[in-house]
C-alpha cells in the first residue's frame, strides 16, 4: 500500500462545503474545484501518484496520464 504525506495546507475546500452545495451542474463544478484543490495541495507527491497509477494498471499507464494543473 502507497502511503503519502499529509500536507499541512490540503486545499482550500473541503468535502463538507462541496456536499453542501446543492446537486446539479453547481456541485458538479464544486466537486471539480475541490479536485484540482486537493490535487494541488498534494503537488509534492504527484510524481509518487504516477508511478502507483502505472504499477497498478500493469503496462496500461496511457490510459492514466497525470496532469499537474
Not at 462541496?18 to 509534492?44: T, Y
Not at 504499477?55 to 499507464?61: I, P
Request: include cysteine; charge should be negative; charged fraction near 30%.
Amino acid at each position: 500500500m502507497a502511503v503519502f504525506p499529509l500536507p499541512d495546507d490540503r486545499g482550500s475546500l473541503t468535502a463538507a462545503e462541496v456536499v453542501a452545495v446543492p446537486a446539479g451542474p453547481e456541485r458538479d463544478k464544486a466537486i471539480d474545484n475541490w479536485c484540482v484543490s486537493i490535487w494541488n495541495a498534494f503537488r509534492d507527491s504527484h510524481q509518487a501518484v504516477a508511478g502507483l497509477l502505472r504499477e497498478l494498471d500493469y503496462g496500461h499507464e496511457e490510459k492514466y496520464k497525470v496532469k499537474c494543473m
